[in-house]
């Protein structure tokens, strides 16, 4: 029975208690990358919920609290919390399409809503460090570039697509500039304002999985995230030289080596973790230009 119910939900807890405690009825998992723990339910009313397990985000609760106590102030909303226990939690379904479906019919109506929803969860951040600390913002944000610089771009580097000489010049210049700028080039982000975590739901946005985690590149770590996803998603191939036209135009006021570098990594990820390690099925088309396009943007050659 256990094994049967860490099956069901990729997690050590016991999701068949959580269903049966709070009078749920499993409908669907696997319906969001393939994940096991997070599911359709309905509850006893017959309502459409969604149940996700283990690994919930630190600081979501919170987050959720504040956006939804804000939205007025806010470019999207938030699925509303039901219900929630130690390691669970029960949210409202959100009716809709997925952002990454615009893609290809209103990319610059996609580009404009990631920038706004990335701006405006700010404010969700400023206002949850009122009363929380988040954690020590330099410190976890070295750490997080530097584990991941190698994570990510040992595959790269396996593959033959670069040599370790470039993500050394990567980590060189990171340590540079964060001698120079400190806690000033780190930020708390959402991490994952991205084409599959937001919903369009007439004409309100939903963003999904809050979340606070420390990311190089204050005040535009997010937007990236969002056109580094749509680099990897988007069928039809996103032009790297269309991608650098939105960097420079909605990231004007930032510098652009600093710019440059951030993307750098982020393009590091979706090569070397989602495309050759993980070989994510959400990957569509142009595998081999996706490859190339991500190279000149770990490169900087843009």
Known sequence: MTNKRQEIQGTGIDTESILEE??????????????????????????SLILKTGRIEKFQTSLFEVARAIEEKLSFRVPAIIQQGEGWILLEEIEGKLLNDFYGEKPEWYVEVSKK?????????????????????????????????????????????????????????????????GEDFFGWFHGNIIGDHIIVSGENLYLLDLDA?????????????????????????????????????????FNEYEVRLVFALRNIGILGWDILHEKVEYVRGGIEMKKRQALKFIKREY
Do not use: H
């Open 117 to 181: 929803i990335a701006d405006d969860y700010q404010l969700v951040i400023q206002e949850v460090q009122k009363t929380l600390a988040l954690g020590d913002l330099l410190s976890e944000g070295k750490e997080w570039f530097s584990s991941r610089l190698e994570t990510w771009g040992r595959p790269i580097v396996d593959a033959g697509l670069i040599d370790t000489a470039l993500l050394e010049k990567i980590k060189k210049d990171f340590d540079e500039v964060t001698a120079k700028n």
């Open 22 to 47: 709070n009078k749920l009825q499993l409908v669907e998992t696997g319906f969001f990358r393939r994940k096991q723990n997070i599911m359709k339910v309905r509850d006893k009313d017959d309502n």
């Open 213 to 253: 985690v420390p990311r190089p590149g204050r005040g535009y770590y997010d937007f990236l995230r969002a056109l580094d996803f749509m680099l990897l998603k988007e069928e039809g191939g996103t032009a790297a030289d269309q991608i650098s036209q939105w960097i420079r135009r909605c990231l004007s006021d």
